[in-house]
């Protein structure tokens, strides 16, 4: 297989060069895709985080008005544990939509598309 492939670099050195800039080009665009997606995940992370944080603090004002008010207008206590729930809601929602993102080792696309190109050559070896 080396043979094959030393014999294709002596007759076309251009050959090689564009299969060099071609693996650049893939390589670039694997790692912008990974680093994409692990920016939308620890974004998510961060809703998700924050949003906790907020819901733990409106569950704890809504305790703290709940208590210190003898009596609390019916019309109000929906919002008083609503806009807790909410939150709390949204981030638990955030943090399991973050854990969704399945994001694939960089290397392991790059591996991949090597194997790839061995069994191309491997098929251009056998008549």
Do not use: N
Not at 27 to 50: G, M
Not at 86 to 100: D, E, I, K, N
């Amino acid at each position: 297989m080396l043979k094959l492939l030393f014999k294709l670099l002596a007759l076309s050195p251009d050959l090689y060069k564009g299969h060099a800039k071609a693996y650049a080009d893939f390589a670039s665009w694997a790692w912008a895709q990974h680093l994409r997606r692990l920016r939308c995940r620890w974004a998510l992370y961060v809703l998700s985080a924050a949003s906790l944080m907020l819901g733990l603090t409106f569950s704890g004002l809504a305790i703290l008005i709940w208590s210190a008010l003898p009596v609390v207008d019916g019309r109000y206590i929906g919002v008083m544990w609503g806009l807790p729930s909410l939150f709390l809601g949204l981030g638990v929602a955030f943090g399991v939509w973050a854990r969704s993102f399945q994001t694939q080792a960089f290397w392991d696309v790059l591996k991949e598309q090597i194997q790839l190109d061995i069994l191309m050559l491997e098929q251009a070896k056998t008549p």
